[in-house]
């Protein structure tokens, strides 16, 4: 037998095998769990055979199990694990007597006594935020069977995929989220009808994986000083730290089951052909083997269809690489694609995926109308690699809201107790002419009209658009660019602004419309900025005042952009064309000429808030003359959509 059957997932379906066909242990060779002690953890020797085995390493020989009653936390026993039942320093035993499904447990250590960092459930006490203490924390045995019926990944591409981020807490927590359970698993299903009406394909979970999620008091050395002063224990309410990575948080379920509860959502996003991506973080002393196990393990346990890996020093090739992942979706800062699959070579799936703040910053610095951004955005705008996705975002869990981008200029974490010295300083933010709530028509006019600036470029940028809950509706988090700790109205998406905001919802969910609706937007591959199929012009071409003559001058900021809709898919054939102006005085384009017969039409213009109806019939008000390559005003800080239609 090969040794990779004891990883966890591999145990996990041995273990379902024997507890399904009533196998002997000896059935599975002379490896079996009461003899061998990987995979780390408990698991029960097989149905009809009584006996639960437990394993860890440990370098002391004083050390074993505490075993509890489940519910009501008795101890039932503690079981020493023999000198000989050992591989190195791993040390395991076999406890009988016991109903696997009747008992919660600890491990020991010496005087230490510490919870199964390999359990996939624990029997929690207290609500969420509850203080604890890792003995808190004691492991049950999950049973994995769960109906799955026909589920199947939907494996979205990543050119057709629109992705929301979402805390699971965050989203529905709020009152005015009117869902039943508040704050989970089950409260984001409830919301699964707005986020399909939206144009959702793919939710993306910040860590959902077991936790302390309230700090233990501690020393921070104050700034510039040799003292060491205490700290009050701070919630984690981001969940960005080391944690119990194979359960799922039992504080996000509604019922005392976290694990069918995520089922149950996982199963109804994917009937609706949608998919989840589950945030990971990984300090630098986890292994490459732990972290493929951790992912191997959500895949099998819970049909995930993919992961956004969290650390600085990952090995992204391993993990890349390995076989049991490559129809599921990786995102991470970067990937060495070339080295993963060769010089130009396609994937068979395109499942990884570039995860940054680089168009973020370009386009939050262009939005505010920096200079000598034009080269930049442009690139961030086509960009679309051949070997792997990458995800767009304007704001993303970390730093400001979308509305707070626009109505900021400084960050305000005043709430978080660390004086406003937490959160980054370099936000690219441009508040509109007041800091923070205004009343003034004018500001509030402009604020708006950034929004939907923001969002145009987005959606009509290649590449995967990724908003974060509440954005296209204008949630604030009053200035606080960095609300690790604040499990509250700041962090929480306040549902009422939807109504308030219904216009900017409406035109966020036109843009989604009008990207999938036409294949130029959302292309398999990066523009070649070439006519290579002879469809009359290039699939991508820039332009200034001059028709073809872009001024990439560093002054300059605004451009014209004109996408050959042939290059998009079969019938379609429009031409569109995208006036930006990010500057505050306006500016004239040329529009290129078009064939005969065709005519420019005006699709979108930031400046007014308006997006024409797809079916609208055609206004000739709204319509440039045809074939004459006629100049047409763009207002300041505004940007135009064309169409070319036929007479």
Excluded at 50 to 64: H, K, L
Excluded at 87 to 97: A, P
Excluded at 623 to 639: D, N, W
Aim: charged content about 25%; hydrophobic content about 30%.
């Amino acid at each position: 037998m090969e040794l990779h059957i004891f990883s966890v997932t591999g145990a996990c379906m041995m273990e379902g095998n024997m507890r399904n066909s009533n196998l002997r242990k000896e059935s599975v060779g002379d490896m079996t769990f009461e003899n061998f002690p990987l995979p780390y953890g408990a698991y029960p020797l097989g149905q009809g055979i009584d006996g639960i085995r437990f394993s860890f390493p440990s370098q002391e020989e004083d050390c074993g199990v505490l075993v509890y009653q489940r519910g009501s936390g008795r101890l039932l026993k503690k079981h020493a694990f023999r000198p000989q039942d050992r591989l190195g320093s791993i040390r395991y035993g076999v406890v009988t007597g016991f109903p696997a499904e009747g008992i919660s447990y600890l491990f020991y250590r010496g005087n230490q006594v510490f919870p199964d960092r390999w359990g996939r459930a624990y029997e929690l006490q207290g609500k969420y935020g509850a203080p604890r203490s890792p003995g808190d924390y004691r492991a049950v045995i999950d049973d994995a069977s769960y109906d799955w019926g026909g589920d199947a990944c939907p494996r979205v591409p990543y050119e057709d995929a629109l992705c929301y981020g979402i805390h699971v807490r965050g989203f529905t927590m709020h009152v005015s989220s009117k869902v039943k359970a508040r704050g989970t698993f089950a409260g984001i299903g409830e919301k699964l009808d707005y986020l399909q009406g939206l144009g959702v394909t793919t939710l993306e979970l910040q860590p959902i994986y077991e936790q302390i999620e309230m700090e233990d008091a501690q020393t921070s050395e104050e700034y510039n000083r040799e003292l060491y002063q205490p700290r009050e224990p701070r919630l984690n309410y981001w969940g960005y730290q080391e944690g119990y990575y194979y359960a799922p948080k039992s504080g996000y379920a509604a019922s005392a089951d976290a694990a069918t509860e995520l089922r149950e959502l996982v199963k109804a996003l994917h009937a609706r052909g949608m998919e989840l991506i589950l945030q990971f973080y990984f300090p630098d002393h986890i292994s490459t083997d732990e972290i493929l196990d951790v992912l191997r393990y959500w895949i099998w346990a819970y049909h995930v269809d993919g992961f956004h890996l969290m650390g600085g020093n990952l090995q992204v090739m391993a993990i890349a690489s390995d076989p049991a992942l490559s129809d599921c979706k990786l995102w991470y800062y970067d990937f060495p694609t070339e080295q993963i699959y060769g010089y130009q070579k396609i994937p068979a799936y395109r499942n990884l995926a570039v995860y940054n703040d680089g168009f973020q910053q370009e386009m939050r610095r262009f939005l505010k109308g920096d200079e000598g951004m034009l080269q930049g955005v442009a690139q961030r705008m086509r960009c679309n690699p051949l070997q792997k996705g990458i995800i767009n975002y304007f704001s993303d869990y970390a730093g400001f809201t979308m509305m707070d981008l626009v109505s900021y200029d400084r960050k305000h974490n005043e709430e978080n107790g660390e004086d406003n010295r937490d959160g980054s300083d370099c936000n690219f933010s441009w508040n509109c002419g007041a800091e923070g709530p205004s009343r003034k028509k004018q500001v509030t006019a402009l604020r708006m009209k950034q929004l939907r600036n923001a969002f145009t470029l987005l959606m009509l940028s290649q590449g995967t658009p990724y908003i974060f809950m509440g954005d296209e509706f204008g949630r604030t988090q009053k200035g606080n660019n960095n609300p690790y700790c604040q499990d509250n109205g700041v962090t929480w998406v306040n549902w009422r602004d939807l109504e308030r905001r219904r216009v900017l919802h409406d035109y966020v969910q036109g843009l989604i419309r009008l990207r999938r609706r036409y294949g130029i937007f959302h292309l398999e591959r990066e523009c070649r900025l070439m006519d290579y199929r002879s469809c009359g012009s290039p699939d991508l071409s820039y332009h200034g005042t001059e028709a073809w003559r872009p001024a990439w001058e560093p002054y300059n900021r605004h451009i014209g952009l004109m996408l050959n809709g042939a290059y998009g898919g079969e019938g379609q054939e429009d031409c569109w064309y995208i006036a930006v102006n990010m500057h505050w005085e306006g500016h004239d384009f040329a529009l290129p000429r078009l064939p005969k017969g065709q005519v420019w039409r005006k699709v979108l213009d930031t400046e007014e808030g308006e997006q024409a109806e797809e079916k609208e019939p055609l206004d000739r008000k709204r319509v440039q003359a045809a074939g004459e390559g006629q100049t047409v005003g763009t207002s300041p800080r505004s940007i135009t959509l064309y169409q070319s239609v036929r007479l």
